[in-house]
């Protein structure tokens, strides 16, 4: 493992502290806060497989349920050296046999979906899952005992059951002998009222009447006006009270006894299961912080390269933060980086240090596809400025002891980060000894960036093979850096633009321009105008670009144009048809009728007159037809039907677009009762509401049938995906309604079970409270009528009796 001040330079600690805070159990967090780079090949493939897993799982189905595994770790410690566990620990080996159980049921699930099948995708999480433990009896028998955090239930045994009996019936017996001293009690009590003094039954009797009443004195009041007496009736029954009180905790240490035995006796699949859950907790970390920082894993090398595609330092915020191209390694092995002063170089230095820490830790990388990462043996720099006045070191001695420390730890395939090479010295000096150490770092194989401002080091670079220059643009009519780093350019400190932009007097530059030697100048000319040059190209493919873009555009504007006016045609024409038909039936009820007047009048005409009257009927019928076929071909349009109308009646089979995740696909049933439909496309199927359907396009109707890829697969994960991550993300099995009217409650139980459709989850618990009973009601109509809940119940004793419900979504 690569640890030490490398890491806190690179700022590598934030990303742990990041990734941290996505682990859902103690053991997660655990490993998360030891995240480390690792130099070994097979170790960090293997780790990178597991975050790319995790990824996978989540954009499909959403995270494991894994917040409900508790850290039993001083639990076991606890009953291994003999000691009894309490109520609190056991509701904890519960909830941690549940979660198993919730897993094992996600796992089923997701292998419900289909194709692409979850065994060939995530083998590593697959195995994982298949081999945790558990055990249904010890979790049932926890349930049934167990009711709090120091509540055990009269049916944990009968032995329990029976005390608790006979103490609720000796106690009934002693208020009732109570009650009758208070009656006769009269003036000398304070109050008429039973109060427990020391766990025994007493009564308040004034201070003023103490001896009057026979009795043991347990105590007075604050005033000392009141004294709490126990009347010599019910000393006995107080003292069988007190002896059901022992044989109650025995009986309860007894049974909690049992169950630590039980606990011990599973020790194995709870260790194993907490390996499991430790693994799985810390991929899905990884997993969810990738997706949160749009990130991917990168290819693997053994060979010294790093190249990375539109990198992001992950630290800046992404809608701010340059994406950078790094390439080394392949055709050089050593970059130098130039440019003005805040124009990024040192950005590009981390970032290229940071990206290559964390792939060597598992984690996957903001960076585009296909970026490559070496796993190397070290990964040593000396970036920033650190004087220390303690050990007396300026700028450059303290540059200087870090690269010393870096030249004596350099170790087979090493990658050395140098931040401002040679600087805080004599500029011939600082620019010599930069050189001899890039010599030194390319004799050992090193793969090397390295910033600096020396033009001898932009020269170096030219003439020495392996050596390649880059630079950190920057606008001199902004006077504004890009942060774009330029590969084989070297990059010009801008200096006097610089200060002239800023005011500074054109004697002064002139004056500065006269020490500069004539090479010199015309050296910074060249690289001035090389950087205009390859400005003005940027900018004219940029141009290219736009116009490309504004054609494409128009292009589709005309498209949709054409496609509008062509569905006026077909809304015109089906309207048309429409008449033409209401036409034809009248026309055919009108020469029905001629043929009925036709029959009775037959048998008194003659062979001219019959063929006069047929050939009328004839030209009736011809007339008809005729309508009929001047718009043959447009009874064939297959736009009859108007594509992008809403739906309004839906038939199992057909297809149907839904806007809102742009995809096609196939009815698989009639509409529910909540007016939903479910729509299948490929391995997925959405419930929507039919006002969310569309009839599809010819083009949508031809990439279904077609199997072309839709959003999903085009542009990644798509809105569904996200919505599913975001949903199981801040979606819990729980759902706290008291407090609410029940207008509000029931718009935050829609809200709350379509969050857990789209999250996956199932088993649910709604807090409503007992109450007036409003609220549940409100609840059990809300459940009646949504077609996703297959079933529900009141909350039984330990789930918060009737003041929760217990829903299972289908």
């Given amino acids: 493992m690569i640890r030490g001040r490398v890491l806190e330079t690179l700022e590598f600690n934030k990303i742990r502290d990041k990734v941290s805070s996505k682990a859902r159990t103690a053991y997660g967090k655990k490993i998360c806060a030891d995240i480390a780079p690792c130099t070994d090949y097979g170790y960090v493939e293997e780790n990178l497989a597991w975050t790319g897993e995790a990824m996978t799982h989540i954009m499909r189905f959403g995270c494991l349920p894994l917040g409900g595994f508790r850290d039993l770790t001083e639990a076991l410690s606890y009953a291994e050296a003999g000691g009894t566990l309490s109520c609190a620990q056991l509701l904890s080996i519960a909830s941690f046999l549940r979660s198993a159980d919730a897993v094992r049921d996600a796992l089923s699930k997701a292998r419900s979906a289909g194709s692409p099948f979850v065994d060939e995708t995530e083998p590593h999480i697959v195995k994982a899952i298949e081999e945790t433990g558990t055990d249904d009896r010890l979790l049932k028998a926890i349930d049934e005992a167990i009711l709090g955090d120091n509540e055990v239930s009269d049916r944990a045994s009968r032995t329990l059951a029976e005390i608790r009996r006979e103490k609720k019936s000796t106690a009934a017996g002693i208020r009732s002998l109570l009650e009758r001293v208070i009656e006769n009690g009269g003036d000398m009590l304070q109050e008429s009222i039973i109060t427990i003094r020391e766990s025994r039954y007493c009564i308040p009797v004034k201070a003023d009447f103490k001896g009057r009443i026979e009795g043991i004195v347990h105590g007075a009041s604050s005033t000392g006006q009141t004294l709490f007496v126990e009347p010599m009736s019910v000393v006995e029954a107080n003292n069988k009270i007190s002896e059901l009180n022992a044989q109650e905790e025995a009986e309860i240490l007894r049974i909690l006894g049992e169950f630590t035995a039980d606990f011990i006796a599973d020790k194995e699949i709870f260790v194993k299961d907490i390996d499991i859950v430790s693994g799985l907790d810390y991929a899905f970390a990884k997993g969810e912080y990738g997706i949160e920082t749009e990130s991917a894993c990168a290819r693997l090398n053994s060979n010294g390269v790093i190249s990375l595609r539109k990198a992001r330092h992950p630290l800046i915020d992404k809608d701010k933060v340059v994406p950078v191209d790094i390439n080394i390694g392949e055709k050089y092995n050593t970059l130098v980086v130039t440019g003005p002063n805040t124009g990024g170089k040192t950005v590009s230095l981390k ?38 006045i303690e050990q007396s070191l300026s700028t450059f001695s303290a540059h200087v002891s870090h690269i010393v420390f870096i030249l004596k730890n350099i170790r087979g395939r090493s990658l050395v980060l140098l931040d401002e090479l040679g600087s805080g010295t004599d500029p011939a000096e600082g620019a010599a000894l930069a050189v001899a150490i890039i010599d030194e770092l390319r004799s050992k194989n090193c793969i090397t960036m390295a910033t600096t401002h020396y033009k001898e080091l932009k020269s170096y670079a030219v003439e020495t093979e392996g050596v390649m220059n880059a630079s950190c643009e920057f606008d001199t009519e902004t006077l ?33 321009k006269e020490n500069l030697s004539t090479e010199e100048i015309a050296y910074e000319t060249l690289l001035a105008k090389a950087e205009q040059d390859a400005k003005a190209a940027a900018d004219a493919l940029k141009e290219n670009e736009k116009l490309k873009a504004e054609l494409s555009a128009a292009a589709k504007a005309l498209e949709e144009e054409k496609a509008a006016l062509k569905q006026s045609k077909t809304r015109i024409l089906n309207e048309s048809r429409s008449e033409q038909k209401k036409l034809l039936e009248e026309r055919e009820e009108e020469i029905d009728d001629m043929l009925r007047e036709f ?18 009927i004839r030209r009736r019928l011809r007339a008809g037809i005729k309508d009929l076929e001047d718009d043959s071909e447009d009874d064939n349009n297959p736009e009859a039907v108007q594509s992008g109308e809403p739906v309004k009646d839906v038939v ?56 072309k890829k839709n959003n999903l697969q085009k542009k990644g994960p798509s809105n569904m995906a996200k919505a599913r991550f975001e949903a199981s993300s801040r979606t819990k099995s729980e759902l706290m309604l008291i407090g609410m009217t029940t207008a509000e409650a029931e718009s935050a139980l829609i809200r709350y079970l379509e969050n857990c459709a789209m999250s996956g989850i199932k088993d649910i618990r709604i807090v409503h409270g007992k109450g007036t009973g409003a609220l549940r009601m409100c609840v059990q109509d809300v459940l009646n009528r949504d077609d996703r809940v297959e079933s529900y119940r009141a909350g039984e004793q330990g ?5 929760v419900t217990i829903a299972k979504l289908r």
């Fill in 799 to 803: 789930e918060g009796d009737a003041g």
């Fill in 351 to 388: 970032t290229c240090g940071l990206l290559a820490l964390m792939t060597m830790a598992g984690l996957a990388i903001p960076a585009g596809d296909r970026s490559e990462v070496c796993v190397y043996d070290r990964v040593l720099a000396d970036i920033g400025d650190e004087q220390s």
């Fill in 652 to 707: 199992t089979g057909e297809l149907y677009f839904i806007p809102s995740f742009n995809i096609t696909g196939t009815a698989q049933s009639g509409v529910s009762k909540s007016g939903r439909v479910t729509i299948r496309a490929g391995s997925m199927s959405y419930t929507v509401k039919v006002s969310d359907l569309r009839v599809p396009t010819r083009e949508q109707r031809g990439a279904y049938a077609g199997g």
């Fill in 599 to 616: 029959r009775k009048k037959s048998e008194k005409m003659d062979r001219q007159e019959t063929l006069a009257e047929m050939e009328k």
């Fill in 480 to 512: 504004a850096p890009t942060y774009r780093l330029i590969i084989g350019r070297p990059g010009s400190s801008n200096a006097f633009v610089i200060s002239k932009r800023l005011g500074l007097p054109e004697r002064v530059l002139n004056s500065a």
